[in-house]
DNA sequence: TTGACGCGTAGGGAATCTCCTACTTATTTT
DNA sequence: AAAATAAGTAGGAGATTCCCTACGCGTCAA
């Protein structure tokens, strides 16, 4: 493949659980250097790393140097892209929530009789 | 690794231009058999069965035999996991596009100066 | 029934992913 | 200055991905 595009970037750094997780901690924790990310998990820290440069360079972390400590930062924007890329098919899940939904309005009715 | 989670998988799946590309035709062009979705891609048609067999396995799309022909159709309910799984992270980049907003709007101000 | 068609599966090759254990670099502490 | 700490890089093993060609299976047409 000649070169991967933006929205590639983000869904592949997405497709791992390691990844997500760790997207999940400096949402709910804030931004934190690697040592304190790295207790979360059994994995080495040089492989925690390298999950961090794929969501860097996805733009999904920023990394600012304080000592030789280094603070990640969770950069939401790429995920604004996934939202966009989502709207078009809402309709489509909508339409089987709502089937769903008459399906389910009707069983009270027949348990009634 | 021991097994992929639903989420796994889905995010996977997403993670690869030709099935993204798969979905959006079978969005807006509606159920089709393998054939007519192939006309879009350089890709052997075989390989193309295999992109969709991934997004079968991730719950994207189902597929209902109609003669010698195989009808895709999109499933959008799994695109609702991603959604659910975004909402957390939304504050995230409303709070940038809003400074950003900010910054925005003291531009024209200082012009009209 | 023979051949063509629509589609999946088998098997294989090149590239990439995900993990590891060294090792390097930069900074801080003693 | 020497040792310790924080984190990235190198190199490699094993699994997975993504593409291919060849082939098998079921269905329809001649």
């Avoid at 794929?54 to 939401?76: D, F, N, W």
Wanted: charged share 30%; proline share 6%.
């Amino acid at each position: 493949m000649p070169s991967a595009t933006d929205q590639d970037r983000i869904f592949a750094a997405l497709a791992n659980a390691t990844r997500r997780e760790l997207l999940r901690l400096l949402r709910d924790d804030g931004p934190q250097p690697v040592r304190a990310l790295a207790e979360h998990f059994a994995m080495s820290r040089p492989s925690l790393s390298e999950h961090l440069k794929v969501l860097r360079e996805a733009g999904l972390v920023s990394e600012r140097r304080v000592g030789r400590q280094r603070i990640y930062r969770l950069e939401a924007a790429p995920l604004c892209e996934v939202q966009d890329w989502l709207g078009p098919y809402e309709r489509f899940w909508r339409a089987k929530l709502a089937s769903l939904g008459e399906l389910l309005d009707r069983i009270p009715h027949e348990e009634a009789q």
